[in-house]
């Protein structure tokens, strides 16, 4: 079983989640805004983001990589989740990003996302293909996966609807 690795950037700690952020998780989940381009493009019941939550925990055993929990260093709030998906069906290892609405807007998501993907690449060895599903109303997110330097690729069918696959660049830029 693989240990989450736990890591700080100017304004959150990136961290594993625990059963303890149901609560919060839960509540993002249950957002129609925050959910209206994730997965089948809903909100989903506690039950579900419980099961997100259990899948993003078994990434890590299964993967060794996976999605951090997002908490504000200020507050110790949960404000979100950002890292890599890659379960079996999916088209290659996936960067994304989810934050709850009242932390959009404060460039978090940018912050985090960049901070995932150099991990990924520099202490998890994540040197293949890695991309963003982004479904093509998620303007937001478009031009997030724009500023981490990330290229439209193709078009594909996704989780009973279209989503644009963004490429990210297979190395980090030197700081």
Known sequence: MTCVPTFHT?????????????DAYGAM??????MRHIGAGGPVGRDIAWRQMALFAGH???KGYGMWALEDRATGALVGRAGFLNPEGWPANELGWLLARPHW???????AAGAARAHGRRALELTGKLIS????ENLRSIALARRLGAEHEE?????G??????????AEPLA
């Open 10 to 22: 100017a304004r959150l700690v990136l961290r594993a989640f625990t059963e303890a952020d149901l």
């Open 60 to 62: 890590w055993a299964l």
């Open 105 to 111: 807007g404060h460039g978090l998501a940018h912050e």
């Open 29 to 34: 989940c249950a957002d129609e805004e925050v």
């Open 155 to 159: 078009t594909i069918e996704f989780m």
């Open 161 to 170: 609807g279209v989503a644009q696959m963004w490429r990210h660049p297979a």
């Open 133 to 136: 599903l982004i479904r093509a």
